[in-house]
């Protein structure tokens, strides 16, 4: 196996240069047009022509300028709206560099929004770092005068202690967030509930003031983690029992039993490590075992910034809040969330509908920006657009180390009200979120269509980077807080029923995305049957294309580069390079579009470079692709479950995938230390008759050991009729 290339430096080096495609070949595929934002590029006013200005160290009772700044963002807002009386042209707020303290959200309404011939932007003062922290500074330190009771020996003289009235559930320093006291990880034992863990005795303790635990469990699945408050235990059945629900029942994992999926979080008994902490709620006491000497902050609000206009949720019209920016701002220190009883679940709970859990929120918005901000060592996510949310820009931020997800857009459940739509997600380095809630993914879009992501970097997700989700068939006959929830039945003409694929369609808004231009690297870190380019239950029209994928080298079961799943179908995937994967390349279900994709060295086990599945005839299209292995390869093309003897069906009843169903041809495979097993496997497709068009044959990659997949002049490629994939705007675009 060949030692893994530089991070980043592997690939397109010159990604953001002038450079094209070598002309020396056939006809290069054209490059798409550079996508523009709906919104239009930020313009700065001279230093000194801002229409007002805030600094930490300002007044509010000031008049706001240069000289005499406000002090809070709040008032600004409202000084704001005095001068759109007077004036309308476009107005400028510059916040100076410095700590802002958010006790409470500010919220932008319709009185708040531009017009038309009027934009409105809150930005940082040209070369100052302006930061908006929902924390509060934890000032009071002292060593413990007299042994913490049932804290570990080793960490009692470590441990610092501090009084708090308040009662929060993240932490943070200057390193970011600080880890809760948690036990070791276990396997659930078979027979817990959504609301009851059973612990194995070898891990259960008589853990003192249980009330203040919580219990953390990826529950069944390997795509999802839970954290619960405790409200009772049971020391006869080794349990904790909580009042909120986990998505799934707490049972050992399906694919995964032999694999921890559960620990305990907030036990006085568990801090033995740097950086941990435990608020216990009853004494009102803060313990924690420092690993710097930094300063603390508690999280205190979730929201910092909400913009919304008037929503009319059971109704057919909302008004937008309109032309707002908010560009170069720094955000810090949001609450982690917890899931309420009222949430409706998107697609495995991966996120809620309009939900209060985002550092800054669009909730009713049209034509409004979150333009070169910074969103950095919080509890929750970074940014949501909810509801009634179009041509929308989000572009240029940095978004790291979070505790949910980076950029979120979610619009009304199935139903005739498709508002969230046309939004514009560009350029954007999201990496290391998930670091509380794993499965939170880089860019969500869950009923919203017609949005351009493009350009955007995301990386070191601990599950799936980039989801593109709408609601699968089953979930129109069930009544689960789970995508269930979130159909409108009063638009789609009655109760609730099983709905055919035909008759969802006008109601699954997730439809006629274009994802392109995206860099995605080391997804799943530790949650398994995930990926890094993933759709499922959406709507028609989606295009998946020119994205470069490469490095996801956990040995997750169930990894895939790019997958298609849940009834998907009509689904256009074209021109990725898929390079170093772990799993599998490509998973196609039922009827969609791959073609002209470049697939290298995929760590096969236990799967392939290509993989067909059940759920239905297998009509998709595989043309014009490269498989090329350098190393050994188990397998390039798997067919789960159609190998089964004297079967057509799975245990559901549904017709097995089988390669001889689909278009399958004009394809090049090719293997550099194992050729006899890759044209065994070829002959093997041939004879039934599928593949016959196609060779095994060195591609002539140009640079293939430094990040450049085009082809020399002469490739076996070009007489299938593989188009050479232009490269150049690949990831994040000069600045």
Not at 92 to 108: D, K, P, Q, S
Not at 318 to 338: A, I
Not at 546 to 558: A, F, G, S
Not at 649 to 654: I, K, L, P, Q, V
Request: hydrophobic letters at 35%.
């Amino acid at each position: 196996m060949k030692k893994l290339l530089p991070l980043l430096a592997l690939a397109f080096a010159s990604c953001n240069s002038d450079r094209t495609t070598s002309s020396d070949g056939p006809e290069a595929l054209p490059m798409y047009p550079q996508a523009t934002s709906p919104v239009g590029p930020y313009s700065p006013v001279a230093e000194k022509d801002a229409d007002f200005y805030v600094a930490p160290d300002g007044d509010d009772s000031s008049q706001g300028t240069l000289q005499s700044p406000f002090a809070t963002l709040a008032r600004a807002r409202d000084a704001v709206r005095e001068l759109k009386q007077s004036k309308s042209e476009a107005i400028t707020v510059y916040l100076r560099g410095g700590h802002y303290e958010i006790a409470e959200t500010i919220t932008f309404s319709l009185r708040d929004g531009g017009t038309s011939e009027q934009s409105i932007t809150y930005a940082a003062y040209p070369g100052e770092v302006p930061i908006l922290s929902a924390g509060r500074e934890i000032l009071e330190w002292e060593k413990p005068k007299s042994p913490v009771e049932n804290l570990p020996q080793t960490s009692q003289s470590q441990v610092i202690v501090a009084d708090i009235d308040e009662s929060f559930r993240a932490l943070f320093d200057a390193e970011g967030i600080l880890p809760r006291a948690k036990s070791e990880m276990f396997i659930t034992k078979k027979g817990g509930s959504r609301t009851k863990m059973i612990i194995p005795d070898s891990h259960y303790k008589e853990w003192s003031n249980p009330e203040t635990l919580e219990f953390a469990a990826r529950p069944h699945h390997a795509w999802i983690v839970n954290i619960l408050p405790v409200v009772s235990a049971d020391h006869d059945t080794k349990s904790l029992t909580s009042n909120d629900m986990a998505t799934y029942s707490m049972n050992p994992l399906h694919f995964l039993p032999e694999v921890p999926n559960a620990w305990v979080e907030n036990a006085i008994e568990e801090l033995d490590e740097p950086g941990e902490w435990v608020l216990n709620q009853i004494t009102k006491k803060l313990y924690l075992w420092p690993r710097n000497e930094s300063t603390v902050y508690h999280a205190g609000i979730q929201e910092v910034i909400k913009i919304e206009g008037e929503i009319d949720y059971a109704g057919a019209t909302d008004t937008p809040v309109t032309n707002l920016r908010f560009h170069g701002l720094t955000f810090k220190h949001g609450e982690r969330y917890n899931v309420d009883a009222d949430d409706l679940g998107v697609q495995h709970e991966w996120d809620f509908v309009d939900k209060a859990n985002a550092l800054i929120r669009l909730r009713g918005t049209e034509q409004c920006a979150v333009t070169d901000c910074h969103f950095l060592h919080s509890g929750s996510n970074a940014i949501r657009v909810d509801l009634h949310g179009m041509q929308n820009e989000i572009s240029g931020n940095h978004i790291e180390h979070l505790g949910g997800s980076g950029i979120s857009l979610i619009g009304y459940g199935p139903g005739s009200k498709d508002v969230n739509r046309k939004n514009f997600v560009s350029n954007n380095h999201i990496h290391h979120v998930g670091e509380i809630y794993w499965h939170s993914s880089g860019i969500l879009l869950s009923q919203s269509g017609e949005n351009q992501i493009s350009n955007n970097l995301i990386h070191h997700t601990n599950y799936t980077g980039l989801i593109i989700s709408g609601v699968v068939l089953d979930f129109f006959r069930k009544n689960a807080r789970e995508s269930s929830k979130t159909v409108r039945w009063d638009e789609i003409g009655g109760k609730r029923r099983a709905l055919t694929a035909e008759e969802a369609a006008p109601y699954l808004h997730t439809h006629d995305n274009i994802i392109e231009l995206n860099e995605i690297h080391h997804a799943m870190q530790k949650l398994g049957d995930g990926n890094a380019i993933y759709i499922r239950g959406a709507g028609a029209g989606n295009i998946i294309r020119r994205n470069y994928v490469h490095d996801l080298v956990t040995p997750m079961i169930m990894q895939c580069a790019i997958r298609t799943d849940g009834g998907q179908q009509d689904t256009q995937i074209t021109e990725n390079i898929i390079y170093r994967c772990m799993s599998q390349g490509m998973l196609l279900k039922l009827e969609n579009r791959f073609e002209n994709n470049i697939l290298v060295d995929i760590l096969c086990p236990p799967r392939g470079y290509f993989l067909s599945v059940r759920e239905g005839p297998f009509t998709s299209s595989v043309q014009k692709n490269i498989f090329y292995a350098s190393g050994e390869y188990e397998t390039v093309i798997h067919e789960l479950d159609a190998k089964r003897k004297n079967s057509t069906e799975d245990a559901r009843g549904r017709p097995l995938a089988r390669i001889e169903d689909g278009d399958v041809e004009n394809n090049l495979y090719y293997s550099e230390l194992t050729p006899e097993k890759m044209q065994a496997e070829l002959k093997s497709n041939q004879e039934k008759g599928k593949n016959l068009n196609s060779i095994h044959a060195d591609p002539l990659f140009t640079d293939l050991k430094n990040g450049d997949f085009t082809l020399q002049s002469g490739s076996p490629a070009f007489d299938l009729g593989f188009k050479q994939i232009n490269q150049s705007r690949i990831g994040l675009l000069s600045q």
